[in-house]
């Protein structure tokens, strides 16, 4: 029998605590393969932790939303990371039509915002990040969906 997957439970209180755990996530050997996904409503802190945890890095220079163009990918040491934002998607043809299949399927960190709007065409993804406001700060629940999310919680925690 497996054993059951880990997740967390985590507080960020400010803008600053968000960009701290994105910069403690970037140290976790694995992550620059991994498949996150990050749920919550507008303005729940996704892009600003999307944000925090490319510049850890090491992405310089201007890190756009990609609200409207979809898709931005920037140039990491070890490859690449895509930065996806289905917000707009409303038909998951869409998806389809885009051609997003061989990025998503990858070697490269693949980071998803409104993951939902994809469902059932991501593939297997490492982790899912639901982020809420909670009082002036957030509250997240990370829960690992595969060995290599087990082992990316492990080091984050």
Known sequence: MTAPLPSLTLHWPDEAATL??????????????????LAGDLGAGKTTFVRGLLRALGVSGRIKSPSYAVLETHALPSGQAHHFDFFRFGDPREWEDAGFRELLAGPDLRLVEWPDKAAGLLGAADVRLTLEPEGDGRRVQAQALSPLGARLLEAWA
């Open 20 to 37: 701290a755990a994105a910069e403690r996530l970037a140290q976790a050997p694995g992550l620059p393969h991994a498949l996150l996904l």
